[in-house]
């Protein structure tokens, strides 16, 4: 069973740049959420996709947008970055959408400089 | 507006005695609640969870607590090992909402 994989590890951008993060997800879970996790801070959920629609979206500006495929693998796309927007970047895949046992990406740290 | 606090940064204990750590939460619509461990470079893992319905969930050497009037869980390890040297983020969810809530960890370091 191969779990959730996300690349790149690490990512090095300027501000205002646009960043393309992606995520693998567990095999047979058809869930995927976003959340990002600043230093000192736990993590903080972006939104989440089922059956490739947004299912439930966090306190994120419209510059957050996410896609969904039918393999159920999915992006995480930020446009304009800012310097706040660096942090880890963690996807987690689950079973159902109210499945709260979310199986986390080892994540893609993101710095803006 | 922290909606989960965990107030210990960092918490240390020996190994084999018992690992306490505690969080609390202010959103009354909180109806389940999840512990995860976070080791460095991984990301989190799922460790225990207790719907609100339940004051209590054992698993192994791992106990939840819930105790809904003072809106407070915590996490017992006993006994601790130093394998369980890690992060431990305390999450809440509500309603049909399948979102989690996270605090903002406690370091937890089992000294041999």
């Known amino acids: 069973e191969t779990g959730v994989t996300q690349s790149p590890t690490h990512l090095i951008k300027t501000r205002g740049q646009q960043v393309t993060l992606r995520c693998s997800s567990q095999?047979?879970?058809?869930?995927v959420s976003w959340y990002q996790q600043a230093l000192g801070q736990g993590p903080q959920f972006i939104f989440q996709?089922?059956?490739?629609?947004?299912?439930g979206r966090g306190n994120f500006p419209p510059r957050f947008s996410g896609l969904q495929f039918p393999n159920y693998s999915s992006e995480l796309n930020v446009n304009a970055l800012e310097l706040d927007d660096s942090a880890l970047y963690l996807c987690?895949?689950?079973?159902?959408?109210?499945?709260?046992?979310?199986?986390f990406g080892s994540g893609t740290q993101l710095s803006v400089l | 507006d922290q909606q989960v606090k965990q107030n210990s940064p960092s918490l240390s204990v020996q190994e084999g005695r018992i690992s306490i750590l505690n969080c609390d939460y202010t959103n009354s619509m909180f109806d389940y609640f999840l512990w995860y461990k976070k080791y460095p470079a991984e990301g989190p893992t799922f460790l225990i969870s207790i719907s609100s319905i339940k004051d209590k969930n054992e698993d192994g050497r791992f106990t939840v607590f819930l105790n809904k009037s003072a809106k407070h869980l915590s996490l017992h390890i006993v006994p601790s090992q130093p394998g369980d040297s890690a992060v431990y983020f305390c999450a809440a969810s509500a309603g049909s909402a399948r979102q989690l809530t996270f605090g903002s960890g406690t370091q937890l370091t089992v000294l041999p």
């Open positions: 095999s047979g879970h058809n869930t």
């Open positions: 987690a895949s689950s079973l159902t959408t109210t499945n709260e046992k979310l199986f």
């Open positions: 996709y089922y059956r490739e629609e947004e299912n």
